[in-house]
């Protein structure tokens, strides 16, 4: 033990400027990574977050209005009062959180005024594990492939999002989106299999109280 003690020893005399080197590279870069949080993305964050304030208004706004209006959607996508919409933060603040949400905005806004090409687009960029957010995007692609008549990529898209956070809220509302495009489509065994899943795992969910109306439509 002595003996590999003293060689463990020597190399590490031997060595002692190259690890000096490594030690000092490393706490080099931790301390840049920590500085650049701090005065680089913290700050962006932050002038994202209020950047996107203004369009987030108009978009609630719109989603509030009793019929449907596009110049509040307009407005949430291009910006107004001297704040940008959600296609400007989503341009340039890239790689930040509002920015980020940007896109899922963008998308949704296209998805209302019937740019269903530009609603993929942006709902493609939108990026999140959240229980809620990640599947209503996935479902929301599924809506605009379903009005551009691309039934088996809506199907695809509303069993992704059925799947992408399993709860009472999301998982029924595209178990059904899907099955009744599979109806649609005359595949009745396909839409029959998610009509009973839906009412053995979700009976109690708004979509599963008139399931057994479905369930008989495929028997």
Known sequence: LDEKASRTEEWVAKNQKVLLGI??????????????????????????????????????????????????????????????????????????????????????????????KNAITY????????????????GAIGDALSETNKVDDAIAHYKKAAEASENDFTTPRYLLKAAQLYLTAGKKAEAHALF??????????KEGMNIDAFIAMTE
């Open 196 to 205: 009973v899943e839906i009412k053995e795992k979700y009976e109690t969910s």
């Open 23 to 116: 030690v000092g590279a490393i706490a080099i870069g931790t301390l840049g990574y920590l500085l650049f949080n701090r005065f680089v993305v913290e700050p962006k964050e932050e002038k994202a977050a209020n950047e996107i304030f203004q369009a987030q208004q108009y978009f609630q706004q719109a989603v509030d209005a009793t019929e449907k209006n596009d110049s509040l959607y307009n407005l949430a996508l291009k910006g107004g009062e001297g704040k940008l919409g959600f296609l400007g933060v989503a341009e340039q603040y890239e790689g930040t959180a509002a920015g980020n949400l940007a896109n899922y905005h963008a998308g949704m806004a296209y998805l209302n005024l019937g740019d269903f």
């Open 123 to 138: 709902l493609e960029k939108f990026k999140s594990d959240d229980a809620i957010l990640k599947p209503i995007a996935l």
